[in-house]
């Protein structure tokens, strides 16, 4: 219901009329960034990724229950993936408060031995190293050859004797 009031002479009817248009030239809303309010979308690799970290937990325990891996080997890796995701927030908070980081190369490291599905999360998680293409690259190699020599030790007949 419109209203008539002391600086609209022409009545309610004009009041209308004029809100309509004002309304009508009114811009629009910025519209949103794609990301801003929707759910992040899926990284990159991710399903790769956790098909890898499937096939890799399989692997780790099939080798454990063929005996070709010690018991032990789980509680270390449990271990190494704490220690690496404890390192990637340590060297995000660094890289935040402008003090000395941790070199790429130790991160790598733990990556290869056993900590890439930790660093792979926190990469994920605290968006740390994401999208360095170099860093990225050395990352994915480090997986290839862990599980490559994950593997071996598994399905070899003479990998094995290198832990016991």
Known sequence: M???TAS???GAAQDARSTDSRRAHRPAPASRSPRQGKAPSPATGA???YGLMAGWAVLLA???WMQRLPLWSLAALAALNIVTLWMYAADKNAARAGRW???ESNLHLLSLLGGWPAAWLAQQ???HKSSKTE???VYWLTIVLHCGALAWL???KTGSALLF
């Open 47 to 49: 399903s790769l990724a």
């Open 125 to 127: 998680n605290m968006r």
């Open 101 to 103: 980081r941790i070199p």
């Open 62 to 64: 099939w080798g454990v």
């Open 154 to 156: 598994v399905l070899a």
């Open 2 to 4: 419109a209203v008539r």
């Open 135 to 137: 860093f990225r690259a």
């Open 8 to 10: 609209s002479p022409h």
